[in-house]
Structure formats: C-alpha cells, structure tokens
C-alpha cells in the first residue's frame, strides 16, 4: 500500500497561513490525494482532494507537486476552529480497493 | 438527506455479550467502511463494502462480522465483546472508492468490562 508522511504536529498563530505537508514519495500513477480531519470527539470531516492539478475549495487549497510525491495543505487564514488532526490520505482503486487507510496525522494547534 | 447515521452513540457491554452496531446512509453509496479509533490513535479499518452483497477485510477484521443486504445499511456485530474492543467506532460512505469525499458518522463510544 502506497504510505504517506506528516510531521506529528504544528503550530499556528489564528488568521495567519498554514502550510500542512504530505510526503507520498510511491505514489502510483492512480492514487487519489485525500485530506480529512478530525476535530476533537468528532468523526473525520472531508477537506479536499485531488489528483494531479491543484484544487481550491472553500475549506482549503490543495498543492500537488509535478512529480506527485508530495502535496501541500494550504489553509489560508486559520481559525480556533481549525485546531484538528489532518490526515493525508492516498486513495486507489487498483491497488487498494478504494480503502481509506489513516496514518497518524498532524495535530495543528492555533494560538489565538 | 441525514448523511450518515449511526446508532447507539454509547453503549456498555458485558465481556461476552454479543450486540449489532448500526450504520445507515441515505445518499445512495455504494461504499461504506468500518473503522475502531482507539484513545489517542489514528483510525484502523475494520471491514468494508463496496456494494451490496459485497464486504471485504480492512486492516483488524477478528472479532468482527459485517454483512450488506441493502445499499443504505452496514451493520457491524461483535459476536463475542471482549475489552480490547472497547473504542470509538466510526461508520463511512462515498459515492465510489476513489475520486469523492468520503462521510463520516458521528461514532459509537464502545466500552466492554
């Protein structure tokens, strides 16, 4: 199964950028990149995905490397509210079935 | 449209015991997945389906049982509880298996003495 890495935590301070890294160095041509996270005694919540080209929603952007071996979580101006474990997640039909496979996520603490 | 809906939201249960937890989605999809959360852990995947009628293994299927008669249910059973399942479960479904958002209940918080 193809892994991600994340750094275990960061920090940031409210209403400022952050910038949540994945490294997916195997990453197989099929792979979707997924983000979700999970706010504290909640379920996960989606944030955005993609394959190849960036993405933008309301929630967050989504920065693919060219060669796809690492992405970029972009939240553009951080809240309270955005305190959560983010999990990078590679999703494939192919070699995977579909499965959402979690790792350990980053924590993101934001300082008011 | 409730999303996804999962019952009980807590329960207790006697070493033993046998109980059915419930999952149902009405979004029409065809995935849906089981996971257990343990204190401070990450999500593990129990057993998932990708249709009726199909259901597969995840990550730390022993002790579970899943079975998918119908899209919008994905019951899991504890056939004999033991305390090394007390956890957080949380049920999962998307339109398909790679390229949607997958949705999340709310969990069930499982504890087994």
């Known amino acids: 199964d193809a892994k991600t890495t994340q750094p275990n935590s960061m920090e940031s301070n409210e209403e400022e950028p952050v910038h949540l890294p994945c490294n997916h160095s195997t990453i197989s041509g099929t792979d979707y990149i997924h983000w979700y996270r999970q706010l504290p005694s909640q379920g996960p919540e989606y944030v955005i995905h993609?394959?190849?080209s960036n993405v933008n929603n309301r929630m967050a952007s989504l920065a693919i490397a060219e060669d796809r071996k690492s992405s970029t979580l972009i939240l553009h101006r951080a809240t309270l509210r955005d305190a959560a474990v983010y999990y990078c997640i590679l999703r494939d039909f192919y070699n995977q079935g579909g499965k959402l496979i979690f790792g350990q996520g980053t924590e993101l603490s934001v300082k008011p | 449209n409730a999303g996804v809906t999962q019952t009980p939201k807590f329960q207790v249960l006697k070493t033993g015991q046998s109980m059915t937890l419930q999952c149902a989605q009405d979004?029409?999809?065809?995935?849906m997945s089981w996971y257990r959360q343990d204190p401070g852990m990450g999500l593990r995947l129990i057993h998932y389906s990708v249709g009726a009628g199909i259901t597969d293994q995840g990550e730390v299927p022993n002790g579970y049982n899943v079975s998918r008669s119908t899209t919008e249910d994905f019951p899991l059973r504890l056939l004999s509880a033991a305390p090394s399942q007390t956890s957080v479960y949380f049920c999962?479904?998307?339109?398909?298996?790679?390229?949607?958002?997958?949705?999340f209940g709310q969990g069930t918080r499982l504890t087994v003495v």
């Open positions: 993609g394959l190849t």
């Open positions: 979004m029409n999809h065809e995935y």
């Open positions: 999962a479904s998307s339109y398909e298996q790679t390229n949607t958002e997958a949705f």
